[in-house]
């Protein structure tokens, strides 16, 4: 059976090299599952790999959606569908790295394709939840969707919030939709690889990182950013590094302060997906650093 490796880890834990020696050893393509490397106008912001690596193997996915276009997991798994298939048919193998969970859950266990929610039904039911409180609504949850009980925290206002719109509306449960939802690929065709860093080590990496990525470069990338005017409410503004090296064009943070509060948002970010990972990747094959030499080496 064709295999279809996957690679995750945290920002800056190296996963564009190691997906390339990968790759090259398995006579592989590289898609991308980032969400932030998407985009056509920030490169270096998001560290997209640059020419020395992408030379190397091919790469797709990258580079090629405009900042002022929504993009969504749902465009994302469909088109990453459609290249794994056309490389696997190639006789190749499909190498899938990044560090947006969201994608590689669609990958792996299929997109949900719950019916879209009007914006004045949610607003009901946000309110609604505001006016009674979490406790009584957690309550009215679990009576017109009993499974949820099992599966929902009753301090989680956010999935408590959405289980209920989606049985409001859809009279099915949110556990039923996600039970009948499956990927487009066998389970045991997935090799998944997390590389795994020990916080301190992370650390200093990302430290390392947002002292390099601080540069002329990237601060005319995010004013060439600011004159395209994106609109607020685009998925582009949340890459880190764009509206702080906007507060240092605008003299509010200098350039120690900048980097500063950059490596904040990374530490914060690599935080978060760590917590996703023990979430949604506990099965995945964990790669610590003095493990990798070895295990490229011994890849097939």
């Not at 408590?160 to 996600?178: M, N, Q």
């Not at 990182?209 to 582009?236: P, Q």
């Amino acid at each position: 059976m064709s295999k279809i490796i996957l690679i995750s880890g945290p920002t800056a834990s190296g996963k564009s090299e190691f997906a390339v020696k990968i790759a090259k050893k398995v006579n592989g393509e590289i898609i991308n599952a980032d969400s932030m490397q998407i985009y056509k106008e920030i490169k270096i912001l998001n560290t997209r790999p640059d020419k020395n690596l992408t030379k190397k193997v091919k790469h797709h996915l990258y580079g090629f959606v405009s900042v002022k276009k929504k993009f969504s997991v749902g465009k994302w798994i469909i088109l990453a569908n459609k290249l794994i298939k056309k490389i696997l048919y190639k006789k190749k193998v499909p190498v899938i790295v990044g560090g947006t969970g969201l994608y590689f859950k669609s990958l792996t266990d299929g997109l949900v394709k719950i019916p879209n929610i009007p914006v004045s039904f949610r607003k009901k039911i946000v309110d609604y939840q505001k006016k009674v409180g979490q406790k009584k609504f957690y309550k009215q949850l679990i009576k017109i969707d009993p499974k949820s009980k099992s599966k929902i925290n009753p301090k989680d206002v956010q999935r408590s919030i959405r289980a209920f719109e989606v049985k409001k509306l859809s009279k099915i449960s949110l556990f039923d939709w996600f039970d009948k939802t499956k990927s487009n690929f066998k389970k045991d065709q997935f090799q998944k690889i997390y590389l795994d860093f020990p916080r301190d080590i992370l650390l200093k990496r990302i430290e390392k990182r947002c002292i390099k990525i601080v540069n002329t470069a990237s601060i005319k990338e995010v004013a060439r950013f600011k004159k395209m005017k994106v609109r607020n409410e685009l998925s582009a503004n949340k890459i880190i590094g764009i509206n702080e090296i906007n507060n240092y064009l605008q003299k509010n943070y200098n350039l120690d302060q900048t980097r500063e509060k950059i490596l904040i948002k990374t530490r914060q970010y690599a935080k978060r997906q760590a917590t996703w990972a023990r979430g949604h990747m506990s099965d995945w094959k964990r790669l610590a650093p003095n493990e990798i030499k070895k295990y490229i080496k011994n890849f097939k």
